[in-house]
């Protein structure tokens, strides 16, 4: 049996009080919050095992060293990856996106190849490919969603074809919380001989993950989104591929043998990760992994896909406002807009109440004009949510619409 308030307190910042209000924090899908295993990872590494990593034979070191591939193992297996040589620790979802398209793209990629996309990305997973396919001559194609905001799956079937070489999809919208058929476009892409690049920044904190059972080549994510530390994030990718790619970076520990007009590279998944990581981060995202294995992510999937249809139906309630995205089969985001109340006025007035949620375009412009808005409010909600900040979320809304006169 999952038990929310006994999860809530894991979580010392949901004690605190914003504006003399105790906090309901509804912003998670931006980055969530840590529990105290997580941080007392931390605090120990800094207490007693703090050294730079690989390089040193000493104690502290070897620690280290220890602690830090450990971590690797664990998000390794956290995602169903069978070999922990296949993922690469970066600063985020951003950076291994960017890293695909700068040490895969542009070695394969060729004038007239196709890269599909869809209209519902995150910047993260648009803006490098467009750089990509600038530098490359390649061409960039969208599937298109559907008025639901599920994918257009018939559309996506016409789309990728003999000139496509890489299918990229958001795994979950950070905007509609529509979780995508990412597997069957992976069926698509390696059908037509193209890889399947992943964005799972929404997806790996919320859903059971195997990236074998979805075939992708590319699976990539944040660690602050999954209750682990900020700059922290990892880059799966089938080792063969890894083996065929160029650094990303130069520097030190990506290096076998350095002369002064050549150099070699060291074995992966270390090819990719030059300089000093971030090793207390790592091995902080691996006590987050440990946290959500104790939880189960089958009980965390449940309980946020009852909150989130719960959210659903208690926001439609308020006359006028438009919730977007499907109506089932969701994650636990829910984007909207109240009529006559724009959204950041809305966002700093449930503030005043202390609660917690985010306005904007949500790093997904494109989206945006396809929805026909500017922005939207955002309620995201994790795993340490409950109902009741779900009814005092719609309880504020209601009395913004009053106190901005907002018609009923």
Known sequence: MYDVLKVRRDFPILEREVNGRRLIYLD????????????????????????NIHRGVHRLAEEATGLYEEARRKVARFIGAPDARGLVFTRGTTEGINLVA?????????????????????HSNLVPWQL?????????RFVPIREDGTLDMEAA??????????????????????VNPVGRLAELAHESGALMLVDGAQSAPHLPVDVNALGCDFFAASGHKMLGPTGVGFLWARPELLEEMDPFLGGGEMIREVHLERSTWNEIPH?????????AQAIGLGAAVDYLN??????????????????????????????????????????FNVPGVHPHDLSQLLDQEGIAIRS??????PLMRHLRVVATARASLYLYNTEEEVDALVGAISRAREFFGAPA
């Open 28 to 51: 998670s899908a931006a980055t969530s919050q840590k529990p105290r295993r997580v941080l007392r990872t931390l605090t120990e590494y800094y207490e007693r095992h703090n050294a």
């Open 102 to 122: 700068h040490a895969w793209a542009r070695k394969f990629l060729r004038e007239g190849d196709e890269v599909v996309l869809t209209v519902s990305e995150h």
């Open 132 to 140: 990509a396919a600038r530098d490359t001559g390649a061409r960039l």
């Open 157 to 178: 079937e016409r789309i990728i074809g003999p000139r496509t070489r890489l299918v990229g999809c958001v795994h979950a919208s950070n905007v509609l919380g529509t």
């Open 271 to 279: 090819k990719f990760e030059a300089g000093t990581m971030n090793i």
């Open 294 to 335: 104790t939880l189960g992510m089958e009980n965390v999937r449940e309980h946020e896909r009852r909150l989130g249809e719960y959210a659903r139906r208690r926001l439609s309630e308020i006359e006028g406002l438009t919730v977007y995205g499907p109506a089932e089969g969701r994650t636990g985001v829910v984007a």
């Open 360 to 365: 904007g375009h949500h790093c997904c412009q």
